[in-house]
């Protein structure tokens, strides 16, 4: 009898893309609309991105199980908005190593004292020759993280959950009655939280067929909403809304809402733990993107797998982020914003466009189908849509922001 894959090892993998610098950003993000409206904003997002990657499974039927993303793109929709895609993955990747090297740097900062700059240049060199060197490399130090990650998160959490105080979580201390209209715009961020969407194909390979690896994408996604869920809860029930100012006043970065954590935490070693969390968080991150984008760089440009090759790849996958990173350090949390407004042309519009053109090809076709027809297809891209337009709208000043 031949032995099926697991979905809870499918679910897992499909979590661990999810889950990862990304989440850091979800309380800056969050701070304005707060516990509640934080919750149903991320939720929502969880439910559009499961069912956008059940569209793009859809999508692939009638295809090689190894086919990749881009060739489907190109086939259905045909090459100019395959380009717009393509160009969409790169701003993607890009601007998430810009995120990840701007506030590496100022942690390492915040730990030596040898400046923020300096330890952009330093983190990126050093982490950045493991992408260089091999996809093996990565895969090694990957483990290592994954595993540092989940024993830091469940050690920093419960310090913190077991903490959690209802006054802090309900803002019963504030004087805010309209949370709501501060939800919009931390739609991008919680968008980036889910963007697992590259990996769709693996998991159609893995399982040979549509209908478990739907399950493997769901699980996954329940998953990844279950750790933002108790993250929120636990920074929200421990940090005053009112400390939220100087956190999102330095445009939400990690080690400005690290030290506003470690100022209400008693336990040093629990706020340890969350320093030990959020720098595995980052690197992983950034190497797990690295690479892709490193691999996408070296197919486009059709540099070779020699050293000479790869240093090339190197050269146009990390020095453009970090220059940008040293010359205009926006803030973590506008450019996973940024990112999040950006992914939604492959993460919401192209998944949606996909299954709408495969049912308009074969509208007979049996196999998996994503849930809410053609209603589903419009809600799907228009929430894409929307959540662009709203990141922005803020970023012109047209939407309400939180500012403490």
């Keep these: 009898m031949e032995h099926k894959p697991s979905l809870v090892g499918g679910a897992c993998i499909i979590a661990g893309v999810c889950v990862g610098a990304g989440m850091l950003g979800l309380p800056s993000a969050g701070a304005g609309a707060w516990s509640l409206w934080s919750m149903?904003?991320?939720?929502?997002?969880?439910?559009?991105?499961?069912?956008?990657?059940?569209?793009?499974?859809?999508?692939?039927?009638?295809?090689?199980?190894?086919?990749?993303?881009?060739?489907?793109?190109?086939?259905l929709l045909g090459e100019k908005v395959n380009a717009l895609n393509n160009l969409s993955v790169y701003f993607v990747g890009g601007i998430l190593l810009y995120a990840y090297i701007t506030s590496a740097g100022l942690i390492i900062d915040g730990m030596t004292g040898m400046g923020s700059h300096w330890a952009s240049v330093l983190f990126t060199l050093v982490f950045s020759v493991l992408v260089w060197h091999s996809t093996r490399a990565v895969d090694r130090i990957s483990v290592l993280l994954v595993i540092l990650m989940g024993l830091s998160f469940v050690f920093g959490i419960s310090g913190l959950s077991m903490n959690i105080r209802l006054d802090l979580l309900l803002d019963r201390v504030g004087s805010e009655t309209h949370y709501a209209q501060y939800a919009l715009v931390m739609l991008p961020v919680a968008l980036t939280s889910f963007g697992y969407h590259h990996s769709v194909s693996s998991m159609r390979a893995y399982y040979g067929e549509e209908r478990r690896a739907s399950r493997a994408i769901l699980g996954g996604t329940v998953?990844?909403?279950?750790?933002?869920?108790?993250?929120?809860?636990?920074?929200?029930?421990?940090?005053?809304?009112?400390?939220?100012?100087?956190?999102?006043a330095e445009g939400g970065n990690?080690?400005?809402?690290?030290?506003?954590?470690?100022?209400?935490?008693?336990?040093?070693?629990?706020?340890?733990?969350?320093?030990?969390?959020?720098?595995?968080?980052?690197?992983?991150?950034?190497?797990?993107?690295?690479?892709?984008?490193?691999?996408?760089?070296?197919?486009?440009?059709?540099?070779?797998?020699?050293?000479?090759?790869?240093?090339?790849?190197?050269?146009?996958?990390?020095?453009?982020?970090?220059?940008?990173?040293?010359?205009?350090?926006?803030?973590?949390?506008?450019?996973?914003?940024?990112?999040?407004?950006?992914?939604?042309?492959?993460?919401c519009i192209i998944p949606a466009l996909l299954a709408k053109k495969s049912r308009e090809l074969a509208p007979q076709g049996g196999g998996f189908k994503a849930p809410g027809g053609q209603p589903m297809v419009v809600a799907v891209i228009l929430f894409g849509v929307l959540t662009a337009i709203f990141h922005l709208m803020a970023m012109a000043g047209m939407l309400p922001i939180y500012t403490g």
């Design 254 to 347: 990690v080690d400005a809402l690290l030290k506003a954590l470690g100022s209400v935490i008693e336990s040093q070693a629990v706020a340890n733990a969350l320093n030990a969390f959020s720098m595995a968080a980052i690197l992983s991150s950034f190497i797990g993107v690295g690479l892709g984008v490193f691999d996408y760089l070296a197919d486009l440009f059709k540099f070779d797998n020699s050293r000479a090759g790869r240093a090339k790849s190197w050269g146009v996958t990390f020095l453009p982020p970090l220059v940008f990173s040293l010359l205009f350090p926006f803030g973590f949390v506008v450019a996973i914003g940024y990112a999040g407004a950006a992914a939604t042309v492959w993460a």
């Design 40 to 75: 149903l904003a991320v939720a929502l997002t969880m439910v559009v991105m499961t069912i956008s990657g059940w569209m793009l499974l859809e999508s692939y039927k009638g295809y090689p199980l190894r086919v990749s993303f881009d060739t489907v793109t190109r086939d």
């Design 223 to 248: 998953i990844a909403l279950t750790f933002y869920l108790i993250w929120l809860a636990s920074v929200f029930g421990n940090l005053p809304r009112s400390e939220f100012g100087p956190v999102i």
